[in-house]
């Protein structure tokens, strides 16, 4: 049986009882490290952390793994019960589809125990859930690549008075371009998009799109910062505003407020810059 | 300090680590009951166990409790650690919005402890969250009132492609409209609507609107009955094959399915029902 785990969003005591429960039984545990080395602090001490709790020790496993090895640990969970651990839920910003659907192809039984994830704790500036439009990913610009099909899904959710979530790119063990020519791989350090990077990427496009006026230095946001950790931060105000606002630590995200109701603009208001 | 927990989807041992060490501090417990009596059984001997868990007894508070005597919960807060306990996220289907904006105007600590919801647990069926349009919500209809504005979103979804989460309604504690006549509140039973009468609502409304033709019997719908727990049941089909199944107990939820990837439509078929 392979177990997919949904660990949450702050620290080791997000796991639910039923998914620490399965952890505990598992003859091998896998944690995908492609977020997790971030959100959980597992750089330092919180590897450990989770192995004291659980008792076992975690094999980290990057997204080369994830990509390439999986066959090796799906073949093991075959003959044993092997966890998968993922932070958020399983099926949150970050997709496990593939390897789901791969496990399922070999025959393999897996069973997914859910957690909370960013497309839920959001919920907790107040602006609701229901009211939410198809949710856009802004990726880094380069000096020749700067993609903006976000731009469109944003103005129709716009259009619509619905808010836009907007996930931040995340680069983690990206080669680096002159290791590629060299035929040796070797890694960029690890990037992750602050909200103000995302800001000024979004005021960028709408320039380049000054016809349609999506959005403006004036629209309503919200910015987060470690959702679902104690030292989560959430700041409701203009573009303009959150821009000058530092964050600190990732992992960021953005929502675009769209048309609000009266009881989502009294909460918001508990978040409100002072600026 | 008021904690508001949310228990997850399945039963008593989807709280997390976290949730469940507040809860053991709290001076006082209460629980919602407004969907919570269902989704974890507790009118046979899920409250008991829930009691064990914690090890401490429960107040269960229903919808008007929590709206006409949540002052008193309030102010038991100010001076003591109290807990509200909620099925899913705090922010997830059902809304506590009023409940923290009250709190945080009485000027008392509210801590939020996420878990997981329907609106992110729809992930297992492999359709990616970040494709889904505005959440609709299906009313039961009556002889005399048939709303149906979930229409035009439902339609402005499909034709971005994007699917659609429809909520189905639930009556709980309604009180008759015999005994509002004599003055007494009586109230009806309990009433969960099934996706099968959420499908036979949805083609209604389609063909007093055939004009428009968002969705037919022919469209590719997913149904979600028990969401999260061990019994869960998840079929994909069309509204037509849907229509044919009985998906037990309640809760239900469906999702209209919009433009799909192929890795999406790998993972729908191992739901694909046989019919």
Chains 1, 2 share one sequence.
């Not at 000054?210 to 004036?218: D, G, P």
């Not at 606002?245 to 953005?254: E, T």
Request: charged share 25%; with cysteine.
């Amino acid at each position: 049986m392979l177990y997919i785990i949904g660990l949450g969003l702050g620290d080791e005591r997000d796991i639910t009882l039923r998914g620490l429960e399965a952890v505990k039984k598992c003859h091998k545990i896998y944690m995908e490290a492609y977020t997790s080395l971030l959100s959980f602090g597992l750089s330092t001490d919180g590897l450990s952390k989770l192995e004291n709790l659980y008792g076992k020790s975690i094999t980290l496993s990057d997204r080369e793994m994830v990509e390439e090895k999986a066959d090796d640990m799906l073949s093991e969970s075959r003959d044993a019960d092997v966890a998968f651990l993922v932070v958020g839920d399983p099926f949150g910003a970050t997709t496990h589809t593939d390897l789901l659907v791969r496990a399922k192809k070999m025959g393999i039984d897996v069973k997914i125990i859910h957690n909370a994830s960013v497309m839920n704790a959001i919920g907790i500036c107040g602006l609701q859930l229901y009211r939410y439009g198809e949710t856009v990913s802004i990726p880094f610009f380069t000096e020749t690549w700067r993609p903006d099909s976000f731009y469109e899904k944003i103005q129709r959710n716009c259009m619509m008075g619905l808010h836009t979530l907007c996930l931040l790119d995340i680069r983690v063990k990206e080669p680096s371009l002159e290791s590629l020519c060299r035929g040796r791989k070797q890694y960029e350090p690890p990037r992750y998009m602050t909200i103000n990077t995302a800001i000024e990427q979004l005021l960028e496009v709408e320039q380049t799109r000054e016809e349609s006026a999506a959005y403006s230095e004036e629209t309503e946001c919200v910015g987060f910062a470690r959702l679902g950790s104690e030292d989560q931060m959430v700041v409701a105000g203009t573009m303009r505003q959150l821009q000058m606002i530092d964050f600190g630590a990732p992992l960021h995200c953005l929502v675009i407020t769209g048309k609000t109701h009266p009881l989502e603009e009294e909460m918001l208001n508990f978040y409100r810059c002072r600026t």
